[in-house]
């Protein structure tokens, strides 16, 4: 059984920097596609980055490019989200996710697509 623990979120000013992780257990390897979403109140989660080691690809919302990186340390079974340069509309509940990769399964970036979540942290740039 897969369980995804998220950490690392808090409260900064804009232009600071958080970085997430989320340890994962229940699976070992680059099999699985890792991801991060993100929810703020009254809008729907969205995709924020995800990589999916076994077929090198990394993915990243425009929203996000040259702000954020996702990075994985497959012997801790843990994913990073590199967020710097943080602004306001970056203020949400963030999410981990993973599904069990594959052709598709490891470039989709819908969050129906992800069967195991995290618990969520929260983000609030102010």
């Known amino acids: 059984h897969v369980q995804l623990v998220e950490s690392g979120g808090g409260s900064v000013q804009a232009g600071g920097s958080l970085r997430l992780s989320c340890a994962a257990s229940g699976y070992k390897g680059n099999n699985y596609c890792m991801g991060w979403f993100r929810q703020a109140p009254g809008k729907e989660r969205e995709g924020v980055a995800h990589?999916?080691?076994?077929?090198?690809?990394?993915y990243y919302a425009d929203s996000v490019k040259g702000r954020f990186t996702v990075s994985r340390d497959n012997s801790k079974n843990t994913l990073y989200l590199q967020m710097n340069n943080l602004q306001p509309e970056d203020t949400a509940m963030h999410y981990c996710?993973?599904?069990?990769?594959?052709?598709?399964?490891?470039?989709?970036?819908?969050?129906?697509?992800?069967?195991?979540w995290g618990q969520g942290t929260q983000v609030t740039v102010s």
């Open positions: 996710a993973a599904n069990h990769g594959g052709p598709y399964l490891g470039r989709t970036s819908r969050a129906a697509d992800f069967d195991y």
């Open positions: 990589n999916y080691a076994r077929d090198d690809i990394t």
